[in-house]
Nanobody, 125 residues
Framework: QVLLVESGGGSVQAGGSLRLSCAAS????????MAWFRQVPGKEREGVAA????????NHADSVKGRFTISQDNAKNTVYLQLSSLKPEDTAMYYC??????????????????WGQGTQVTVSS
């Protein structure tokens, strides 16, 4: 059974930083994809960043490029999302996801099998 547990969310002021963590169990970082998504109530879920666990290739949404960074620690079976220069519009529930259906070494921001429960990020102006 795959279990993804997010942590690290919280409330910060605009311009601040947070680091989200996603600890995976029942899932091996072995040439598959891990990603972060976010969702605001009433809006569609948005892909934020993805990483190919086999080699570390990353894919960041245009809305977060230069501000957010996804990374992994294979020894800890954990993926991180560093959030910097936060804006009020970054306020959302952030979800970790895992997938093994994408071919190749590039992970797209869709098609994920497993999801965590989410961690809330709130940015005040």
């Amino acid at each position: 059974q795959v279990l993804l547990v997010e942590s690290g969310g919280g409330s910060v002021q605009a311009g601040g930083s947070l680091r989200l963590s996603c600890a995976a169990s029942g899932w091996t970082f072995n040439s598959n994809c891990m990603a972060w998504f976010r969702q605001v109530p009433g809006k569609e879920r948005e892909g934020v960043a993805a990483i190919y666990t086999g080699g570390g290739n990353t894919n960041h949404a245009d809305s977060v490029k230069g501000r957010f960074t996804i990374s992994q620690d294979n020894a800890k079976n954990t993926v991180y999302l560093q959030l910097s220069s936060l804006k009020p519009e970054d306020t959302a529930m952030y979800y970790c996801a895992a997938g093994d259906t994408q071919a190749g070494s590039w992970c797209y921001l869709d098609d994920y099998n497993y999801w965590g429960q989410g961690t809330q990020v709130t940015v005040s102006s």
